[in-house]
């Protein structure tokens, strides 16, 4: 598979998302407590724009009327239906067996190893013959 830069750490705060991008693909970046997670921008259960939904958490209740609050900033609300992912896994909260939304491989590493290898710009040759200036492509 081909990597792509998106983003540096400092445009995506914790707790906020970037909508990039990649190969045609709209992918969304969430960062979640210091960690990346990357779902595609379509809802497995009615194509709506995933990534636009809400940022929520995870209410349970052990017994009517004593609930809590958990997992926060970890689940993803499709804007169309309601239909909850969660953003490590992809996995819908709703039918976590049958439905996924599409997730991504997604790391973080230094600039300086980046620059050595997938940051350095493509080069052309270049001649000048009788005053017109020549790229080959």
């Keep these: 598979m ?3 830069v998106v983003a540096t750490v400092d ?6 998302r970037m909508l990039v991008t990649v190969s045609g693909r709209e ?16 809802c497995p259960h009615n194509g ?3 990534c636009k939904g809400r940022i929520v958490g995870l209410v349970e209740a052990s017994e009517p009327g004593a609930y809590r609050f958990s997992r ?10 309601g239909w909850e992912f969660d953003l490590r896994t992809g996995k819908s909260w709703c039918e976590p067996d049958r439905t996924k939304a599409r997730s991504y ?7 300086a190893a980046l ?3 997938t940051l350095t710009a493509e080069t052309f040759p270049v001649s000048v ?3 017109y200036v020549v790229v080959e492509v």
Excluded: M
């Design 115 to 117: 620059t050595e290898d």
């Design 105 to 111: 491989d997604l790391t973080v590493e230094p600039g």
């Design 11 to 16: 445009q995506i705060p914790p707790g906020e």
């Design 72 to 81: 926060r900033g970890e689940l993803l609300r499709c804007p169309w239906h």
């Design 27 to 42: 992918i969304g970046i969430f960062n979640v407590g210091g960690e990346y997670f990357a779902l595609g921008n379509r």
């Design 129 to 131: 013959e009788k005053q």
């Design 2 to 4: 081909t990597r792509h």
């Design 48 to 50: 709506g724009s995933l």
